[in-house]
T-cell receptor, first 113, second 109 residues
Framework: KAGVTQTPRYLIKTRGQQVTLSCSPISGHRSVSWYQQTPGQGLQFLFEYFSETQRNKGNFPGRFSGRQFSNSRSEMNVSTLELGDSALYLC????????????FGPGTRLTVT | ELKVEQNPLFLSMQEGKNYTIYCNYSTTSDRLYWYRQDPGKSLESLFVLLSNGAVKQEGRLMASLDTKARLSTLHITAAVHDLSATYFCAVGEDDKIIFGKGTRLHILP
């Protein structure tokens, strides 16, 4: 069974631009979560989608948004990029929300210059 | 607000030694996860602990959960260099999973 895939793997953007990252979950998984990882703040929860609905949102500004499609694929968008948005963005999928195990994708490394 | 604290944050140890990483959390939860991350890589799931007293072992790693004490431990037995990585614990609250800051483990040959 194929794992979680994320595209692109690396991205360089300029301040003020916007970016869209994509995540394809493991086949059959309906929940997709997004995390931001930085050396200073560690791993921070962004949001979780289940059956095309946002179930939870972390403490991030409205510039960070996401969506999930009917095939469970998810995208996250960051508008008006800031230098501090440089991070590794990880998505994770699981069969259901709640206690089921999460499987992480390889991540997208975003650099904002 | 759920807080997850790991200690130590950095650990350098000799091969062959035993050590324990501690994970404390601030609210009631019966879902505790341990992950491993190698430099530049994604997270690999190690253990999922879903009940008080749960103990799981894989090779030289053993994880346990005490929900009453709000404490999980990851014990490393006879460490080998290949176990050098960053280890994260994470706790489930409602449908969110909150991570600790990670323990960077460096095992000296």
């Amino acid at each position: 069974k194929a794992g979680v895939t994320q595209t692109p793997r690396y991205l360089i953007k300029t301040r003020g631009q916007q970016v869209t990252l994509s995540c394809s979950p493991i086949s059959g998984h309906r929940s997709v979560s997004w995390y931001q990882q930085t050396p200073g703040q560690g791993l921070q929860f962004l949001f979780e989608y289940f059956s095309e609905t946002q179930r939870n949102k972390g403490n991030f500004p409205g510039r960070f948004s996401g969506r999930q499609f009917s095939n469970s694929r998810s995208e996250m968008n960051v508008s008006t990029l800031e230098l501090g948005d440089s991070a590794l963005y990880l998505c994770a999928s699981r069969y259901l929300a709640g206690g089921s195990e999460q499987y992480f994708g390889p991540g997208t490394r975003l650099t904002v210059t | 607000e759920l807080k997850v604290e790991q200690n130590p944050l950095f650990l350098s140890m000799q091969e062959g030694k035993n050590y324990t990483i501690y994970c404390n959390y601030s609210t009631t939860s019966d879902r505790l996860y341990w992950y491993r991350q190698d430099p530049g890589k994604s997270l690999e799931s190690l253990f999922v602990l879903l009940s008080n007293g749960a103990v799981k072992q894989e090779g030289r790693l053993m994880a346990s959960l005490d929900t009453k004490a709000r404490l999980s431990t990851l014990h490393i037995t006879a460490a080998v260099h290949d176990l050098s990585a960053t280890y994260f614990c994470a706790v489930g609250e409602d449908d969110k999973i909150i991570f600790g800051k990670g323990t960077r483990l460096h095992i000296l040959p």
